[in-house]
């Protein structure tokens, strides 16, 4: 299939950045479309890791074309950082663009993102204070600033000058905090502009002509279905639309132009910030898969909280993003467990729940109806076919698909590229 989205189907950090490197290989063009730099992905290739936030995973190959869509929001300072360390590992960063219609972050968005979490106290979302809600604010207040006004030198600096002074005026008088030095801002902006000149295009037209023309184009999902702002666990979600339409909006490409839309799933779960979390493990066994599992987060840096597979969350993204197959991620994390357990259903006040429920009162309140299993203790991580994997990861591999209703395409048994099981062939 030419097209294919990849989106997270649980809190974000399924595991997405393996599977799109993965894939990449083989793709013409890889397409970020929603967030920003609260991202990141961590790839390894040979013995060496890449920590990437806002640039596509498609740029570990020399002829990937790698497009930030008009949907991210672009931090300079982060893609800067990012492409300065890319080439000091000799990576090739010609076949980066950013699109023209991409919102910018400043740092006023930065500092009211922080200001804000700490006014919201024992409320905090747990941002990962990028500045990310703050500047998709200005986008839908329209009076963002958008890449291509770094090339209006004149008019940017006229734009920039005002939004200073009204978020100065802000984190003045709200906040109680100082206010940002304005000039420094834009020195310091009109640098970046200059840098950021030659990656600026029409992304839309590259990607258009890419999938005319019947090029592969993988569009890269960052964060997971439960964080998007519709149909994420609100307000404990990012601002963006990590979800399967999120492309049809973020990288300006019509619905009927993707063909498939693969669902990457950890074979527990994870998620990072406040909110409830109907299987979280707050115990021993939560803390095996933290520690198994490296469950630190690649942007912040914090521990991801953990618990058992929840396939009503599962289901839940299967529906909401129209997923054709999944990607089972992680298996190996949970080798040498006695028993695993999948959560089937939701129990609310003596009522069996099948779906996922909007009111984040009703889901602090719903308990999880396991089904359990037995584990396995042979090593996993060298498996290379389905048949290879012990009689219990089988099991429960098939489990998985029949709560779920689509098929697990692909099963990764360890960080390496190598150590990946392709079921079907998907792109
Ligand atoms: P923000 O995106 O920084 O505004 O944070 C909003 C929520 O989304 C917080 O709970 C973050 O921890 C979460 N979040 C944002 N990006 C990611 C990600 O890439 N993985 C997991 N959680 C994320």
Not at 49 to 73: D, E, F, M, R
Not at 116 to 137: L, V
Not at 195 to 207: R, S, Y
Request: charged residues 25%.
């Amino acid at each position: 299939m030419p097209s294919l989205v990849i989106v997270g189907t649980q809190w974000g950090d399924e595991g997405k950045g393996k599977i799109i490197d993965y894939l990449a290989k083989s793709a013409n063009m890889v397409v970020r479309g929603q967030g920003g730099n609260n991202a990141g992905h961590t790839v390894v290739v040979g013995d060496k890791k890449y920590a990437l936030h806002l640039i596509p995973s498609g740029v570990l190959y020399n002829n990937t074309v790698n497009i930030v869509g008009n949907g991210v929001v672009l931090d300079p300072e982060g893609f800067l950082s990012e492409v300065e360390s890319l080439q000091k590992d000799g990576v090739d960063i010609s076949n980066i663009y950013i699109s023209e219609r991409a919102h910018i972050v400043f740092p006023y968005h930065k500092e009211i993102d922080a200001l804000s979490e700490t006014k919201r106290g024992e409320k905090q979302i747990g941002t990962t204070k990028k500045g990310i809600c703050p500047c998709y604010m200005d986008k839908i207040e329209r009076t963002g600033i958008r890449a291509c006004d770094l090339l209006e030198k004149e008019l940017f600096i006229e734009k920039l000058s005002e939004q200073i002074d009204k978020k100065n005026e802000i984190i003045e008088k709200i906040y109680k905090a100082e206010k940002l030095n304005k000039e420094q801002i834009i020195t310091q902006y009109l640098e970046y502009a200059e840098k950021l000149k030659p990656f600026i295009k029409d992304t839309t037209v590259l990607v258009y002509e890419a999938l005319c023309r019947g090029d592969k184009v993988l569009f890269e999902g960052a964060q997971g279905t439960l964080l998007d702002v519709d149909l994420g666990t609100y307000p404990y979600v990012t601002s963006s639309h990590p979800t399967s339409g999120g492309f049809t909006i973020g990288a300006g490409v019509g619905p009927t132009m993707i063909d498939e839309v693969l669902g990457i799933v950890k074979a527990y779960t994870t998620r990072v910030g406040k909110g409830p979390f109907v299987t979280e493990l707050d115990n021993e066994i939560g803390e095996r898969i933290r520690i198994a599992g490296h469950e630190f987060g690649t942007t912040t840096g914090r521990p991801r909280r953990c618990g058992w597979l929840d396939t009503v969350i599962v289901k839940f993204a299967v529906r909401t993003n129209g997923i054709t197959g999944l990607s089972l991620m992680l298996l190996d994390v949970l080798t040498g467990f006695e028993t695993i357990k999948i959560c089937t259903h939701y129990e609310y006040q003596g009522e069996i729940i099948e779906h996922f429920p909007a009111s984040l009162n009703k889901l602090e309140k719903c308990k999880p109806v396991y089904k359990e299993f037995k584990g396995w203790t042979e090593d996993i991580s060298k498996c290379e076919t389905f048949e290879d994997l012990p009689k219990e990861a089988k099991e429960y591999i098939l489990a998985i698909e029949e709560l779920v209703g689509v098929p697990v395409k692909i099963i990764s048994v360890g960080p390496k590229r190598t150590q990946t099981i392709i079921r079907e062939n998907i792109f």
